[in-house]
């Protein structure tokens, strides 16, 4: 069993900035694919992005490339994302997500951990 709980969200003026953490307990950090997921009134789960259990691969979606950064320490247990540029329509609750296996997957149903989700407002 994997616990996650996410944190870091809140209120910002568009082009501002907010780095979520999500905090791992249980197995083996470094086991672990992480991703990050998003979610809007109204709207499907989406993929934000993810990355590998060592941190050699990340992958995004298109609509974050070059605005939001994911890392990880494994050490402390935790994934990160770096929000910059944020706008208005990147207003979500932001889930992180695990799955033990080393490439990382795009689509919500193949994670097998989550966290209970942090809310991002973003103001114009």
């Known amino acids: 069993q994997v616990q996650l709980v996410e944190s870091g969200g809140g209120l910002v003026q568009a082009g501002g900035s907010l780095r979520l953490s999500c905090a791992a307990t249980g197995r083996t950090f470094s086991w672990y694919t992480m991703g990050w997921f998003r979610q809007a009134p109204g709207k499907e789960r989406e993929f934000v992005g993810g990355i590998s259990g060592n941190g050699g691969t990340t992958y995004y979606a298109d609509f974050v490339k070059g605005r939001f950064t994911i890392s990880r320490d494994n050490a402390k247990n935790t994934v990160y994302l770096q929000m910059n540029s944020l706008k208005p329509e990147d207003t979500a609750i932001y889930y992180c997500?695990?799955?033990?296996?080393?490439?990382?997957?795009?689509?919500?149903?193949?994670?097998?951990?989550w966290g209970q989700g942090t809310q991002v407002t973003v103001s114009s």
């Open positions: 997500a695990a799955i033990h296996q080393r490439t990382v997957p795009v689509t919500s149903y193949e994670y097998d951990y």
